[in-house]
Structure formats: structure tokens, C-alpha cells
């Protein structure tokens, strides 16, 4: 196949500081997260400019966004292309939306060039990729790809008390005039993002393409106790919550350490009530995010954590609710090589790479074939507003999706 669209590379650059001043803070801060205000502006941003295109836009269930460039022929399934655009309460310019707007502006070059591809090619924004705001995260694919009930999707609460239900009808509300699509099959999925690591910058790689993404459990603990007064309450008598996290927090870590340096083990929220000075806690809520590689190694190191949160919580009662297991997956070897022969034909340095990180990609790719393409960030740093990429790179992430989407598309 030989490369017949050209992408405008300024024009990507251009959309990604334009979005990146919504929900934008600091010096390159963003905090744009699954159904808030600034999510609605960003979708509004993307509305307008695919309606100007003549793109179809529609919505569902769950509040992921479907622009659709028609094909040729509407009885074939879509190419799908396309990542997230919410982001953490601290992130960054680049982390999801990269992948959104690259497969935008692929879209934007197809009809510049006045091709009509023989397949539809859809571009989505997926909700709830972070799961920043609402637990767990990628609830959008998980809707998609028939792994998560819309019911459970709707319950679920974020600090607030807000459920993602009101907030996906309050979306629904802010856009009356979009259809609800049904979950369809795609011919297949590409996603293009930023690494989130080092390793292409430290190697002087411009394009990953990505072999599979590492499994990944995630679990809530509650730890239960009892309310009392700190000057009154006997020490011998206590059931201190945050004393109970503290010996469950080590023992936890002391586990990750011997389970080997691919282990990665982080407690990232903690929640104590009542959190006063002079209060004995009564009850603590954490998370842990554990991943792995090996599917074996993450569940085994999944059941010794539950089995050492229950033995060092006494006198505390302990529960532990599983969020998320997702097992690590590979993605379609003819679209991983696809990725490296446009690299190649572009000059561009590439290699195959992991994904350390979760992405939508890992539930698309048991329903369709499916693909991730990686560019390089600056010192691997993400979820974070020093998180930095090269417009150069940003442009050669989608010049090779542009390559797919006409090999795939037609």
C-alpha cells in the first residue's frame, strides 16, 4: 500500500493547545474530567468542527462520541480510531486526547483530499478512561465491548455522591439533538497515544508499536473499627482504622517487593472518617492498582494482598471488593506490523513495545482487531502538567494511522 493522504501536522498541533485550554491550569495543567463542565466544551469544540466537516455525530448509553466520516459502502463495519479526552484532576495536555484528535485529523485530511473511503471510519471519544471521577475507569469501552451492564455503570458515585448516571443524562441533555447508537462491531481499532513511559525517548524511537498491554487488578479495601475520643480511649482497647491501614499498607508492600522489579503496586486514594484531629478513625477506605505482565503472577500477588489485609486489620473488620480485573492482552500482529512498515516507509525509528499502562485498546481487542500506536513523551512523565510531546512526533503518530485508515478503510 502506498501512502495517498498526507496529514496537516500544524493543524493537529493547533487543535491540542486549543483543547488543552479547556480544563487547562498552571503551566500545561489540565484537569477535564469524565462528564464535567469542561468535558461538555470539549465535546462542543469537536461538534462544531465535525459538523463543518459533514461528519455524522451521534452518542449512546454510556456518553462515549461517534463522529463518522460515511464510506462507500454503510452495510460494511466501521474502522474505528480514536482514545479518551477526559484526563486526571492533574494531568496533562496530551495523555487521551492525543489519540482523539489525531484521529480527527486523519479524518479532516480524507475529506481535504475529497476521498470517500469505502468503509465508514468513526472516530470515538470514550467516557470514563481515567476513572479520575468514577470507579473504575473505562467505562465507556467496557459498555462498548458488552463488559460492563449500563446499570452498574449508572450507580456508580463519585466523591460527591454525583452518580455517573445523572451526570450521563445532564451530557444527554447539554446535546438533544444527537442519536443514541447501539454497540456495534468494528472492522477494526486503532488508538493512538502517548507512551506514558520512557522507553522510546531513551532509545530515539519516534513510533511504538504496541504488543499488548499488562494486566491490571483493581480493589477497594474498607477497613472497619471504631469511633473514639484520642485522650480518653485505652490503647490496649482500640480499633484504630488508620492504625489497621498502616500494618495492612505494609505488609502489601512487603509483597509487591518480593514479587519482582515487573510488579507495580500503588495505593492511590485513601478515605478516613471521621479525618478529625482528636478522633480515633472508625472507618478507612483505599485502593489498590496492581499490574503485571503474567496473568498468573497478578493473580497470585492479588490473592496474598486480600489474604494480608484481613490478618493484619484484627481487631478492624476488613473487606475487599475486586473493581477491576483485567488480564493482560496482546494485540493483531498484521496491524502491529502495518504500524512498523509505515514507520519504515517514513523514515520514522520505531520498535515493538509493551504498554505498561491501561488503555480502552485492552477491551477492543476482544472484539475486533485492534492496534495501539505509540509517540515518544518527554522523560516518560503523564498525569502530571509538566507531561510534554514533540509536534514532529504528534504529526508522525498520525501520518501512520493515517496509512492504516486507508489500508483498512479503502
Known amino acids: 500500500m502506498t501512502t495517498t493522504l498526507a496529514i496537516n501536522g500544524e493543524r493537529l498541533w493547533q487543535g491540542l493547545m486549543a483543547l488543552a485550554e479547556i480544563g487547562g491550569f498552571g503551566e500545561g495543567g489540565v484537569n477535564r474530567q469524565a462528564l464535567t463542565d469542561q468535558e461538555h466544551e470539549a465535546w462542543a469544540w469537536f461538534l462544531a468542527e465535525a459538523r463543518a466537516l459533514g461528519l455524522e455525530p451521534a452518542t449512546d448509553a454510556a456518553a462515549n462520541l461517534f463522529l463518522t466520516l460515511p464510506g462507500r459502502d454503510r452495510s460494511l463495519a466501521p474502522v474505528l480510531i480514536g482514545s479518551h479526552m477526559d484526563s486526571q484532576p492533574t494531568g496533562g495536555r496530551f495523555d487521551g486526547i492525543y489519540g482523539v484528535l489525531a484521529g480527527f485529523e486523519v479524518i479532516h485530511s480524507l475529506v481535504d483530499a475529497g476521498h470517500r473511503p469505502l468503509r465508514d471510519v468513526t ?23 458488552g463488559m460492563r451492564d449500563i446499570g452498574a455503570i449508572r450507580t456508580a458515585q463519585d466523591s460527591d455522591a454525583v452518580t455517573c448516571g445523572a451526570e450521563i443524562d445532564r451530557l444527554h441533555r447539554a446535546f438533544p439533538d444527537l442519536p ?13 497515544h502517548i507512551e506514558q513511559g520512557p522507553e522510546l525517548e531513551r532509545g530515539r524511537q519516534v513510533i511504538g508499536a504496541v504488543a499488548g498491554i499488562q494486566g491490571k487488578v483493581t480493589m477497594e479495601v474498607c477497613l472497619t473499627g471504631a469511633r473514639g475520643h484520642a485522650g480518653t480511649e485505652p490503647m490496649a482497647g482500640r480499633r484504630d482504622a488508620v492504625m489497621a491501614f498502616a500494618r495492612a499498607a505494609l505488609a502489601q508492600q512487603a509483597i509487591a517487593r518480593g514479587a519482582g522489579p515487573e510488579i507495580r503496586f500503588t495505593i492511590g486514594r485513601v ?18 492498582d496492581l499490574r503485571h505482565p503474567s496473568n498468573d503472577t497478578l493473580d497470585r500477588v492479588a490473592a496474598q494482598m486480600r489474604a494480608a489485609v484481613v490478618s493484619e486489620a484484627a481487631p478492624c473488620i476488613a473487606s475487599v471488593e475486586v473493581l477491576v480485573h483485567a488480564p493482560s492482552n496482546l494485540f493483531d ?26 488503555h480502552d485498546a485492552r477491551h477492543l481487542a476482544g472484539l475486533c482487531p485492534s492496534a495501539m500506536i505509540f509517540i515518544p513523551c518527554h522523560g516518560g512523565i503523564s498525569h502530571d502538567p509538566a507531561e510534554s510531546i514533540e509536534p514532529a512526533h504528534a504529526s508522525a503518530g498520525a501520518q501512520v494511522l493515517a496509512d492504516l485508515v486507508i489500508a483498512e478503510a479503502g
Do not use: K, Q
Open 180 to 192: 443514541l447508537r447501539a454497540p456495534f462491531t468494528p472492522h477494526c481499532y486503532i488508538e493512538p
Open 333 to 358: 500482529p498484521g496491524l502491529r506490523g502495518a504500524i512498523r512498515a509505515s514507520a519504515a516507509r517514513h523514515g520514522y525509528a520505531s520498535r515493538d513495545i509493551a504498554s505498561a499502562a491501561g
Open 271 to 288: 478515605e478516613v472518617s471521621p479525618n478529625a484531629p482528636s478522633v480515633i478513625a472508625g472507618e478507612l477506605r483505599y485502593r489498590i
Open 123 to 145: 472516530l470515538v471519544a470514550w467516557m470514563n478512561e481515567e476513572g479520575g471521577r468514577f470507579a473504575p475507569g473505562m467505562m465507556g469501552s467496557e459498555f462498548f465491548t
